[in-house]
């Protein structure tokens, strides 16, 4: 007898409880924010120290995207505009990645040396000259 009441004890529970957890665990849909980051090459493709085509491309090829290299399959877009470099995602990507991405291309074609990536806004890098004094300069 214990043993049969205790069975519908608990079925009433459960079927409580699933009620419940229908009503309160409805999960809003959140929208896909899509970011857009920049890199302005234009004062370095200017004094023809590199080609935005050749920096496109390195970026296509090194961007991971889901822990894999050249795959960006509709992910991520990469864009040329004039000197301008746009990416496009709405997957998790940082900027600070494709910074050190722009890094690792100057680094590349040795001109790490004399070149800088500069943050100008909250979406875009600039490709700078270091400032260089010299004695010269100073007098």
């Known amino acids: 007898f214990f043993f049969f ?3 519908f004890i608990f079925s009433l529970k459960t079927e409580h409880t699933t009620t419940m957890a229908r009503n309160t665990h409805r999960v ?15 004062k370095v493709v200017e004094d023809d120290i590199l080609q935005v085509a050749d920096f ?12 894999k290299t050249g795959q960006l399959s509709g992910v991520v877009e990469i864009t040329v505009n004039g000197s301008k470099i746009t990416v ?7 900027k600070r990645y494709l910074k050190y991405l722009a890094k690792k291309y100057l680094k590349k074609n040795s001109v790490r ?3 800088r990536v500069v943050a100008v806004n909250p979406s ?11 004695d010269e300069d100073e007098e």
């Open 88 to 94: 496009e995602t709405a997957e998790q990507f940082s």
């Open 5 to 7: 009441f205790f069975l």
């Open 56 to 67: 496109e491309k390195f970026l296509h090829d090194k961007i991971k995207v889901k822990g």
């Open 124 to 134: 875009t890098y600039e490709l700078r000259y270091f400032n260089v004094l010299t």
């Open 28 to 42: 809003k849909k959140a929208k896909k924010v899509v970011k857009k980051f920049t890199i302005d090459c234009t």
């Open 113 to 115: 040396d004399w070149l």
